[in-house]
């Protein structure tokens, strides 16, 4: 089993950066890949970025490409979601999700075990 524990989530105005916490323990050794995805009130869960969980590739969605970033600390065995320029459409719960190996999957499919999420308001 693997947990995974969001922080970082609040309050910021349009233009602002927050910088998002995935903390997490358990089995991890056997992470391929993490992801962050987010869900607004009434709208879809959608794919924010993937990262692989030691290895250099990521993948992000088109539109948060160029103003967020994914990066990891293993000594912390935390992953971080820099977002920078916010905007007031991007208000949302902010998850982060990690998966074993899967062989030919899509950096943005699959994923076992799920944090609670964290909250991210941005006013306009």
């Known amino acids: 089993q693997v947990q995974l524990v969001e922080s970082g989530g609040g309050l910021g105005q349009a233009g602002d950066s927050l910088r998002l916490s995935c903390a997490a323990s358990g089995r991890t050794f056997s992470m391929s890949a993490m992801c962050w995805v987010r869900q607004a009130p009434g709208k879809e869960r959608e794919f924010v970025g993937a990262?692989?969980?030691?290895?250099?590739?990521?993948d992000y969605g088109d539109s948060v490409k160029e103003r967020f970033t994914i990066s990891r600390d293993n000594a912390k065995s935390t992953k971080y979601l820099q977002m920078n320029s916010l905007v007031h459409e991007e208000t949302a719960d902010y998850y982060c999700?990690?998966?074993?190996?899967?062989?030919?999957?899509?950096?943005?499919?699959?994923?076992?075990?799920w944090g609670k999420g964290t909250q991210v308001t941005v006013s306009s």
């Open positions: 999700a990690a998966r074993g190996l899967r062989i030919g999957s899509s950096l943005r499919d699959d994923y076992d075990y």
């Open positions: 990262m692989y969980w030691n290895g250099p590739g990521r």
